[in-house]
T-cell receptor, first 114, second 113 residues
């Protein structure tokens, strides 16, 4: 199994600012995923982050708003840029386990934009 | 279109009672089906993973079933405890899906003393 450490666990931010969320995995993984979970809803995939290449974004999400870094096989960051109250959500990172049959998650970052 | 639908949307039961949550999917080609438990404000935690050939899998008081013919799955919780209060999410992975997952909306389960 993989252990994913995500931080910060929560933050309250002013609109117009940016927040960078970090995820550290205790083993090397090819892919990492970033999700958003809005209040009362299930998870929505934002993007897939591969090491050494540009992240692949899902429909409705763009790099300018959610830039992602993947400098090595154990670490990734997601930045929520120019935040508005609509960005208030839980953000989660995830990594597949061995054979890709499992998905491990970070603890989540609860973001509130005021 | 690949979809996962769960029912009921929410459920309230008394501590000690059993309950069953349902999941129907239209994901093709199918790779595996997972049930996750998500406590409020936390990341999801895997309960079970089942592939095409598996009909049932247990994890303590949690038992998942899979009928690949009808594309239905259920999660049965036995002798519920207050700590079972959470959202239970059914997630299906498609073959060749690049590890991507199709998420159900979840069932919010509340256990009352």
């Amino acid at each position: 199994s993989a252990v994913i450490s995500q931080k910060p666990s929560r933050d309250i931010c002013q609109r117009g600012t940016s927040l960078t969320i970090q995820c550290q995995v205790d083993s090397q993984v090819t892919m990492m995923f970033w999700y958003r979970q809005q209040p009362g809803q299930s998870l929505t995939l934002i993007a897939t982050a591969n090491q050494g290449s540009e992240a692949t974004y899902e429909s409705g999400f763009v790099i300018d708003k959610f830039p992602i870094s993947r400098p090595n096989l154990t670490f990734s960051t997601l930045t929520v840029s120019n935040m508005s109250p609509e960005d208030s959500s839980i953000y989660l990172c995830s990594a597949p386990g061995f054979y890709g049959t499992e998905a491990f998650f970070g603890q989540g970052t609860r973001l509130t934009v005021v | 279109k690949n979809q996962v639908e769960q029912s009921p949307q929410s459920l309230i039961i008394l501590e000690g009672k059993n309950c069953t949550l349902q999941c129907n999917y239209t994901v093709s080609p199918f790779s595996n089906l997972r049930w996750y438990k998500q406590d409020t404000g936390r990341g999801p935690v895997s309960l079970t993973i089942m592939t095409f050939s598996e009909n049932t899998k247990s994890n303590g008081r949690y038992t998942a079933t899979l009928d690949a013919d009808t594309k239905q799955s259920s999660l049965h919780i036995t002798a519920s405890q207050l700590s079972d209060s959470a959202s239970y999410i059914c997630v299906v992975s498609a073959l060749g899906g690049n590890y991507q997952l199709i998420w159900g909306a979840g069932t919010k389960l509340i256990i009352k003393p």
